[in-house]
């Protein structure tokens, strides 16, 4: 593809952000089991849901501009799902467990914020004013999720955890 405009390289943006969802779905679920908290594993099922919802509202896009709803493999995202399920290979103790799950997660919100920022504004200096709005949606889900990820980590992380597996503080 070449990027002979703002247009081509919004575009381009969109279907990366598509791929990355699309992993996103199919790490929630793993991620999930891997999590001790209810709580936690309550909050990647909602998540879950949230990324079918934010990848139909990128499908309304495409299909507005009459495009496939077609993704070029994000090797941003790869990377960091990547990283995340070596972690989950690692024995580590629940709670540990736990804080290295939002770890990842987090990185994901972030460059899901970053990549939906960067789409919200294209599509205003592009005058799509409907594609702002959908993405602006996203973004402040995302930016939700992120927040509440750190909520969680402050309250059901423990902080001893790694003084009784490791014994040092
Ligand atoms: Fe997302």
Same mark, same amino acid.
């Given at each position: %593809?070449?990027?002979?405009?703002?247009? @081509?390289?919004?575009? =381009?943006?969109?279907? @990366? !952000?598509?791929?990355? *969802?699309? &992993?996103?779905?199919?790490?929630?679920?793993?991620?999930?089991? =891997?999590?001790? $908290?209810? /709580?936690? &594993?309550?909050?990647?099922?909602?998540?879950?849901?949230?990324?079918?919802?934010?990848?139909?509202?990128? *499908?309304?896009?495409?299909?507005?501009?009459?495009? +496939?709803?077609?993704?070029? $493999?994000?090797?941003?995202?790869? #990377?960091?799902? /990547?990283?995340?399920? /070596? %972690? %989950?290979? *690692?024995?580590? @103790? +629940?709670?540990?467990?736990?804080?290295?799950?939002?770890?990842?997660?987090?990185? !994901?919100?972030?460059?899901?914020?970053?990549?939906? #920022?960067?789409?919200?504004?294209?599509?205003?200096?592009? #005058?799509?004013? &409907?594609? !702002?709005?959908?993405?602006?949606?996203?973004?402040?889900?995302? #930016?939700?999720?992120?927040?509440?990820? $750190? %909520?969680?980590?402050?309250?059901?992380?423990? +902080? @001893?955890?790694?003084?009784?597996?490791?014994?040092?503080?």
């Amino acid at each position: %593809m070449k990027l002979e405009s703002l247009k @081509d390289l919004y575009v =381009a943006e969109l279907q @990366d !952000v598509y791929d990355a *969802e699309t &992993q996103i779905t199919k790490a929630l679920p793993k991620m999930a089991k =891997a999590a001790s $908290t209810p /709580e936690l &594993q309550a909050a990647f099922h909602e998540h879950l849901r949230q990324t079918e919802q934010q990848i139909s509202r990128l *499908e309304q896009i495409f299909s507005g501009h009459g495009l +496939p709803a077609r993704g070029k $493999t994000c090797k941003g995202m790869q #990377g960091l799902i /990547e990283e995340g399920q /070596e %972690m %989950m290979k *690692e024995k580590a @103790d +629940p709670s540990v467990m736990d804080a290295a799950l939002i770890s990842a997660a987090q990185k !994901v919100e972030h460059y899901e914020i970053a990549s939906y #920022g960067t789409l919200r504004t294209f599509a205003n200096l592009l #005058g799509l004013q &409907q594609d !702002v709005q959908l993405l602006q949606t996203t973004l402040d889900e995302e #930016g939700n999720t992120d927040k509440k990820l $750190t %909520m969680l980590a402050e309250r059901l992380v423990n +902080p @001893d955890a790694a003084n009784e597996v490791g014994g040092r503080r």
